[in-house]
């Protein structure tokens, strides 16, 4: 089991960048393949971005490829999301997730699909005025 906590999110301008990070408790983290996923008001959860247990394989929603990078650190125990060039639609509570069991294969479909995910942060807050 893994615990997560979630931090950097803020109130940017448009253009503007953001580094999200992701604590994770218990000395297995290395096996879980990890998530980010965001949720505006009014709308569902989406997948903003994924990287392997391994950090050998990264995935990315349209909407923020070129813009985002996901990276992971084994040793602290930590997963990150570099934001840049930030955009109003990007406004939402960004959450962080992290799964054991191993996908049928490294098809994206397995990554973004939220439901896959067991263990989720409370999310931060992410805001980007115009």
Same mark, same amino acid.
């Given at each position: ?43 569902? %959860? ?12 990264? !995935? !990315? ?25 930030? %955009? ?21 479909? !397995? ?7 067991? !263990? ?11």
């Amino acid at each position: 089991q893994v615990q997560l906590v979630e931090s950097g999110g803020g109130l940017v301008q448009a253009g503007g960048s953001l580094r999200l990070s992701c604590a994770a408790s218990g000395r297995t983290f290395s096996t879980y393949d990890m998530g980010w996923f965001r949720q505006a008001p009014g709308r569902e %959860r989406e997948f903003v971005a994924a990287i392997t247990w391994s950090g050998g394989l990264t !995935y !990315y929603a349209d909407s923020v490829k070129g813009r985002f990078t996901i990276s992971r650190d084994n040793g602290k125990n930590t997963v990150d999301l570099q934001m840049n060039s930030l %955009r109003p639609e990007d406004t939402a509570v960004y959450y962080c997730a992290a799964e054991r069991e191993r996908p049928p294969s490294s098809a994206s479909i !397995y990554y973004s699909n939220s439901r896959r995910y067991d !263990y989720w942060g409370q999310g931060t807050q992410v805001t980007v005025s115009s």
